[in-house]
């Protein structure tokens, strides 16, 4: 996790928060060039981030993706809402009950603009399920345990593209002289990401991101921001994610 400043606007007084997940699959502990015995020059660039940063060694988590994020935007145990053992699919009628407050919905309520790009798969059954209506102003990504990197289609043979991109924007009426609103005020709109199709996925949410932090995009929401950001990465040639 990481906290910065937008640059150019020396006005916020509550720091950004950037928050960036991600998850290189099938790779082992001495896959990474800073810890490893043999292959040092393998990582450079998380080498870098390591030597700059706080290195956790030692923590615990979930070995499925859907009770991971469970425990992430909830900060409940997975078995808390009856999701510590499931991965959600692309036709599962089910997601994190709504009873749940999400950790983007608590940053709103700090001041923060809230935007997400990547992988959600916590429930997506109906549209109060989706990302921008449980928290976030912006969202770009995906549903379902694991898409195509370029194509978009979901795995397990589902036969489906999944990409989708929603938005919370508050009527021009309610927006408060800070850049609050209430959700009672907010109106939630959502597309698919047709038009990204063909688009290398951790491209596409990597441009996005530092659109975010530098050109000071969502001007209609003069707040600092929360930001987090999934990139899934496979250590083998031919999976897709």
């Not at 998380?46 to 940063?53: F, H, Q, V, Y």
């Not at 900060?75 to 599962?92: A, R």
Request: with cysteine; proline share 6%; glycine share 10%.
């Amino acid at each position: 996790m990481t906290t910065f400043h937008p640059p150019c606007d020396h006005s916020l007084t509550s720091p950004g928060i950037f928050y960036v997940a991600s998850f290189l699959v099938f790779a082992g502990w001495n896959d990474i060039g800073y810890i490893s015995t043999d292959i040092s020059q393998a990582t450079p660039h998380m080498t870098a981030l390591a030597a700059k940063g706080i290195k956790l060694t030692h923590y615990y988590t979930q070995p499925s993706c859907s009770p991971s994020r469970v425990a992430m935007m909830t900060g409940k145990f997975p078995y808390k809402n009856g999701l510590q053992n499931y991965e959600i699919q692309v036709t599962d009628e089910i997601g994190v009950p709504l009873s749940n407050k999400l950790m983007p919905a608590y940053m709103k309520e700090l001041g923060y603009r809230t935007v997400m790009y990547g992988k959600w798969n916590i429930g997506h059954c109906n549209t109060r399920y989706l990302p921008h209506e449980r928290g976030f102003d912006h969202f770009v990504g995906y549903m379902c345990p694991g898409h195509g990197y370029s194509d978009y289609a979901c795995g397990l043979n589902a036969g489906v593209r999944d990409m989708l991109q929603g938005e919370a924007k508050p009527s021009s009426s309610s927006v408060a002289g800070d850049g609050a609103t209430s959700a009672a005020n907010m109106t939630y709109n959502w597309t698919t990401g047709e038009e990204y199709l063909g688009i290398y996925d951790t491209t596409l949410y990597r441009d996005k991101t530092v659109e975010v932090i530098f050109s000071g995009a969502f001007a209609w929401l003069p707040l600092p921001s929360f930001l987090y950001t999934f990139v899934l990465l496979w250590r083998c040639r031919l999976c897709a994610h």
